[in-house]
């Protein structure tokens, strides 16, 4: 595990206020490898530069950590593993389920989660108008899938009653948040990302309007 690397996630997790242990660094690190190594050979993500990889994919997924909900979480979207496997990594007290439609992502977020041994992480391919996993989550995320409206109404049935809906965004998605059902109530956050432009991201907090 290169020294410079491990002292840049640890810098970037402290501007987050968050910390990790040694075996969970050295984790996301493996992850780093195997997404840089998958992608020479299958086009899973367009973040080829290494050094782009621990913001825009580490650092912007954790940086949503403090408003996880619960303890069964849904990622809608995920890709290739973002944010669900990081957060995994940070999380090994919940239970959290990876979803999206694309095999080849899927396949590595599986062959990433057993190399990792997260055992609390769960892969599936399906695309979420039709996924029926039986069980409502306390929290759903979605990075960058669809407009808040859409993500609503394909994905909100997945929200459990006193679940929250993190929809993670780049700029404030003002005219997103005037086209919101009038049944979800909307809290926006400005997230500060290290490595990333201030104010280029924030998350929104949807919840039901008759929960907190």
Known sequence: MPADETDLLRQGLA???QSLGGD???RIVQLLDELERWNRRINLTAVRSRGAMLPRHIFDSLAVRPWLRGRRILDVGT???FPGLPLAIAEPGREFVLLDGNNKKIRFVEHAAALLGLDNVTAVRSRVEHYAPGERFDTVIARAVA???TLAEIAGHHVGEDGVFLALKGRHP???LRNLDAHWKATVVALSVPGLEEGSRHAVLMTRRNNP
């Open 15 to 17: 501007a987050l206020g």
């Open 24 to 26: 969970d660094l050295a």
């Open 79 to 81: 890709g290739p593993g």
């Open 147 to 149: 407009e808040l409206a």
């Open 174 to 176: 003002a005219e997103e």
